[in-house]
């Protein structure tokens, strides 16, 4: 069972990195000069619907497998060493966003952030960080457990085949819930960084999302 699911799990993170890749292509067709704002609205408004289907998807496997989806086993045990509850934390917007900002590329929106923004996306970033460290804190708390399973192998002998796996089965859906909290992090500070960015702003920003997605998927396969 545990190979199927690794098998089917794969795939649609292939299928996502495809979604990715399409998308990167229409948005870097997209002609600012000749693009009506509205235009990007839609762009943009597509690419986030199309994170929203995938994290929906991420929910449906974490409750078949949560294990595989916080390890993968598709990524390299560097790669996992990386991850944050399965992956990148809901900061990295953030971050990507004072990345661009910062390197001086031509043509940037990003570079133009008005002061308001500026503030905005501050306290984003301030309020995303609390929460990943909440999240952090409940895996530890989570590994903490899986170590306490492992030591008392006597006690565990004595205890009917029932009782083990009911127990296995609440510490798996225990890690799909926070695995789904997560993604839905990742999902509102996504949406929370959209609606600070102007279309312009927000298209460039995705741009830079599918570039680290293309190169992750080039080191990957």
Same mark, same amino acid.
């Given at each position: 069972?545990?190979?199927?699911?690794?098998?089917?799990? !794969?795939?649609?993170?292939?299928?996502?990195?495809?979604?990715?890749?399409?998308?990167?292509?229409?948005?870097?067709?997209?002609?600012?000069?000749?693009?009506?704002?509205?235009? *990007? @609205?839609?762009?943009?408004?597509?690419?986030?619907?199309?994170?929203?289907?995938?994290? @929906?998807?991420?929910?449906? +496997?974490?409750?078949?497998?949560?294990?595989?989806?916080?390890? =993968?086993?598709? !990524?390299?045990?560097?790669?996992?060493?990386?991850?944050?509850?399965?992956? !990148?934390?809901?900061?990295?917007?953030?971050?990507?966003?004072? !990345?661009?900002?910062?390197?001086?590329?031509?043509?940037?929106?990003?570079?133009?952030?008005?002061?308001?923004?500026? @503030? +905005?996306? #501050?306290?984003?970033?301030?309020?995303?960080?609390?929460?990943?460290?909440?999240?952090?804190?409940?895996?530890?708390?989570?590994?903490?457990?899986?170590?306490?399973?492992?030591? =008392? *192998?006597?006690? +565990?002998?004595?205890?009917?085949?029932?009782?083990?796996?009911?127990? +296995?089965?609440?510490?798996?859906?225990?890690?799909?819930?926070?695995?789904? @909290?997560?993604?839905? *992090?990742?999902?509102?500070?996504?949406?929370?960084?959209?609606?600070?960015? #102007? =279309? *312009? $702003?927000?298209?460039?920003?995705?741009?830079?999302?599918?570039?680290?997605?293309?190169?992750?998927?080039? $080191?990957?396969?």
């Amino acid at each position: 069972m545990a190979s199927s699911n690794h098998s089917h799990f !794969c795939c649609a993170f292939r299928n996502w990195m495809a979604q990715q890749q399409q998308d990167f292509h229409k948005l870097l067709a997209a002609d600012p000069a000749a693009t009506s704002p509205q235009e *990007l @609205e839609h762009l943009r408004d597509k690419c986030t619907k199309h994170f929203k289907e995938y994290a @929906e998807r991420r929910a449906a +496997m974490a409750r078949q497998d949560a294990p595989c989806l916080l390890s =993968p086993p598709w !990524c390299s045990a560097f790669e996992n060493a990386f991850m944050w509850v399965g992956g !990148c934390r809901p900061s990295l917007f953030i971050r990507l966003i004072y !990345c661009v900002c910062g390197s001086e590329l031509d043509g940037s929106n990003l570079a133009v952030l008005s002061a308001r923004q500026l @503030e +905005m996306i #501050s306290a984003l970033q301030c309020k995303t960080v609390k929460e990943e460290d909440k999240f952090s804190t409940r895996i530890a708390s989570l590994k903490a457990h899986e170590e306490i399973a492992d030591e =008392p *192998l006597a006690t +565990m002998a004595k205890k009917s085949v029932g009782e083990v796996e009911a127990a +296995m089965a609440a510490h798996e859906a225990a890690m799909a819930e926070v695995i789904c @909290e997560a993604d839905k *992090l990742r999902m509102e500070t996504l949406k929370e960084v959209m609606g600070i960015l #102007s =279309p *312009l $702003q927000a298209v460039d920003l995705l741009i830079a999302a599918k570039q680290l997605h293309a190169a992750n998927l080039q $080191q990957r396969w």
